[in-house]
C-alpha cells in the first residue's frame, strides 16, 4: 500500500468521525463546485515527512456547520471554528499515524479568508485532496506532504504505540 | 454559598465557549485564558477549583504552563485536566509525570465532562 493510499484512508475516515460526532453526515463528492472561501491550515512534521492540511469550504457552508454545532445561546466565531475543526481533524490523523510508528509535531491554525481556493492539480504526488459532501453543503480537505524516498507507512505491531481514542477520558 | 471556580485555558474560543455552556449549566463559575501564559497569571490570582488545559497553544504550551504552575509550592495540589486533540502515549506520561490529574481527548462528551470536573474538584 502506498503512503498516499494509506495518507488517503486515514484523512477520510478521520473526516468523516469529526463531522459524525457533531451530527453531521460526510460522503465523497466529485467537487468540482466547491468554492473555497474560507481555508483552515496547519503545518505538521515528523521524521521522514513534513505537510500541510487543510479545510476549506464556502462561506454558506461554514455558517450552517458553525450554527448547528453552537449550543443555544452562544455564538460561535465562524473562523475560530473552523481552526478548530481543522485542528481535531489533524488530532485524529496524528493519532490514527501513531499505529503507524509515526509522531506528528503540529503547528498552530492559520484560517485563510478573503480568498477563493482553487487547486490546479490533483493526484499529484504531494497534493492530495478530497472533496466532500455533508448536509450543511460541500467542503475540501486536503494534504500536502513531502515523504522521504525511504519512508514506507507500515503498521507497527505494537500496541504500546495506541494513542488514547477521542473522546477518552484518563484520570491519575 | 460561592460557586467554585473552572478555569479553561485554550486558545479556541470554540472549546473556551463549549466548556463553560457546559460547567455554567452545572454550577460551576468559568474563567478563561486564551493560551498558557494567561492562564498561569490567572491561577495566580484566583482561587481554583479545577483547570482545564489545552496542549497545543500560542506562547506558552500546556505542558510548559502545568510545569510552571506545579514547580509552585502554593498550586501543587490544584488538579489540572488536560482537554487536547493529541492521544500520544509519550505525552501522556509527561503530563502525568509534570503533575496533571487527568487527560481528555478531544471533542468531549459534556457529561464525562462535568464527572471529571466533580471529581476533581471534590464535589463526588
Not at chain 1, 477520510?12 to 460522503?27: H, M, P, Q, Y
Request: proline content about 4%; hydrophobic content about 45%; charged content about 20%.
Amino acid at each position: 500500500m502506498s503512503n498516499k493510499t494509506v495518507f488517503d484512508q486515514l484523512v477520510t475516515s478521520a473526516a468523516s468521525e469529526l463531522f459524525a460526532a457533531r451530527g453531521i453526515g460526510v460522503r465523497p463528492a466529485a467537487g468540482a463546485d466547491v468554492s473555497i472561501e474560507y481555508a483552515a491550515t496547519i503545518g505538521f512534521a515528523s521524521d521522514g515527512m513534513r505537510g500541510v492540511i487543510g479545510l476549506g469550504m464556502s462561506p454558506g457552508t461554514l455558517q450552517r456547520m458553525t450554527t448547528q454545532d453552537q449550543p443555544k445561546g452562544t455564538t460561535y466565531n465562524g473562523e475560530d471554528w473552523l481552526a478548530e475543526s481543522a485542528n481535531q481533524l489533524l488530532g485524529r490523523l496524528k493519532n490514527k499515524l501513531l499505529r503507524y510508528g509515526v509522531v506528528l509535531s503540529i503547528a498552530l491554525p492559520t484560517v485563510l479568508q478573503g480568498v477563493r481556493l482553487q487547486f490546479l492539480g490533483t493526484g499529484t504526488t504531494t497534493l492530495w485532496t478530497h472533496a466532500l459532501d455533508s448536509d450543511l453543503g460541500p467542503f475540501w480537505v486536503w494534504l500536502d506532504v513531502r515523504c522521504n524516498e525511504q519512508l514506507v507507512l507500515a503498521e507497527v505491531d505494537d500496541p504500546s504505540v495506541e494513542g488514547a481514542p477521542e473522546g477518552e477520558l484518563l484520570l491519575f | 454559598m460561592s460557586k467554585k471556580k473552572v478555569l479553561v485555558v485554550d486558545d479556541s474560543s470554540t472549546v473556551r465557549q463549549q466548556v463553560a455552556q457546559v460547567l455554567t449549566q452545572v454550577g460551576f463559575e468559568v474563567l478563561e485564558a486564551s493560551d498558557g501564559q494567561v492562564g498561569a497569571e490567572v491561577i495566580e490570582k484566583e482561587a481554583l477549583a479545577v483547570v482545564i488545559c489545552d496542549v497545543n497553544m500560542p506562547r506558552m504550551n500546556g505542558i510548559e504552563m502545568l510545569a510552571t504552575i506545579k514547580s509552585r509550592p502554593q498550586h501543587a495540589a490544584l488538579p489540572i485536566l488536560m482537554l487536547t486533540t493529541d492521544g500520544q502515549p509519550a505525552l501522556i506520561k509527561r503530563a502525568k509525570e509534570v503533575g496533571a490529574r487527568g487527560w481528555m481527548v478531544k471533542p468531549f462528551n459534556p457529561n464525562q465532562l462535568v464527572a471529571a470536573v466533580k471529581k476533581l474538584a471534590g464535589l463526588t
